[in-house]
């Protein structure tokens, strides 16, 4: 049994507007539900748990009727950092052999994508998607550059990031002293790589953008645009 938590309890600030960017509509749609269709198609994720804000909770079942997701189990409301809101979905789960972690704003992940990811935590304990780095990155010190740092060695972190749920609790458990410490955990792995724990990372593709800022749901658009039309 694998367990999906898709967090989407934020208040999209950057993005800015009057709504959440997660339900802001793409193509007929808010953005969440796209999302969460994903997880309807793919094999490997039998029930997702869907953190929101806590006004949004009562009226979530109703769209998720209206939009046919079968796999939504639970709504729960979110905490006040991306963190605490997976912590939240976390407490919801009672019984899972793999968990997947997914931002409610990265519609653009495949059911493929999910269920490799899934399917390399089943087989080792932990795995994250990641995307290559088209840009070269620098080190930079006071406004000098220190060096170039090895373009083959970077990714960039995308979600899901699964684990097997026993690992997930165990680094949750240790969040409060970590933000005591006013380190900011800005995804799962950062605390599993704490434990000590080894993660494979899984290859996926640039396209599976986190909608953070304005520039993006034109980039969104186009992206739902090509999908529909290579179908
Ligand atoms: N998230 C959450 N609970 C929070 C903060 C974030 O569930 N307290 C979720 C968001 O809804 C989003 C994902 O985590 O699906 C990634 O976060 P981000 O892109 O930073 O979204 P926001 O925090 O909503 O945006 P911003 O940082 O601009 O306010
Ligand atoms: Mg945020």
Do not use: W
């Amino acid at each position: 049994m694998n367990v999906a938590i898709v967090v989407a309890a934020g208040k999209g600030t950057r993005l800015g507007g009057e709504r959440p960017k997660q339900f802001l509509e793409l193509g007929g749609a808010p953005i969440l539900i796209h999302t969460l269709k994903q997880f309807e198609r793919c094999r490997e994720v039998d029930e997702v748990i869907v953190v929101l804000p806590a006004d949004q909770t009562a009226g979530f079942q109703s769209l998720a009727q209206r939009f046919e997701l079968k796999k939504v189990s639970r709504a729960v409301p979110g905490g006040d950092t991306r963190a605490q809101s997976v912590q939240r979905g976390l407490a919801a789960i009672t019984n899972a052999d793999t968990v997947a972690v997914h931002d409610g704003v990265r519609p653009f992940v495949t059911p493929e994508e999910i269920d490799r990811t899934v399917q390399a935590a089943k087989a080792t304990g932990a795995a994250i998607l990641v995307a290559p780095v088209a840009d070269t990155i620098k080190a930079v010190q006071s406004g000098r550059i220190d060096h170039t740092v090895a373009r083959s060695q970077l990714r960039r972190a995308l979600t899901p990031q699964c684990f097997q749920f026993e690992v997930l609790k165990q680094a949750y458990g240790r969040l409060a002293d970590i933000e005591a410490e006013e380190i900011e955990v800005t995804d799962d792995s950062a605390l599993v790589e704490r434990l000590g724990v080894e993660i494979v990372a899984v290859e996926g593709s640039a396209r599976n953008i986190k909608i953070t800022g304005p520039e993006d749901l034109a980039l969104a658009e186009m992206i739902l645009t090509s999908v529909v039309s290579s179908q």
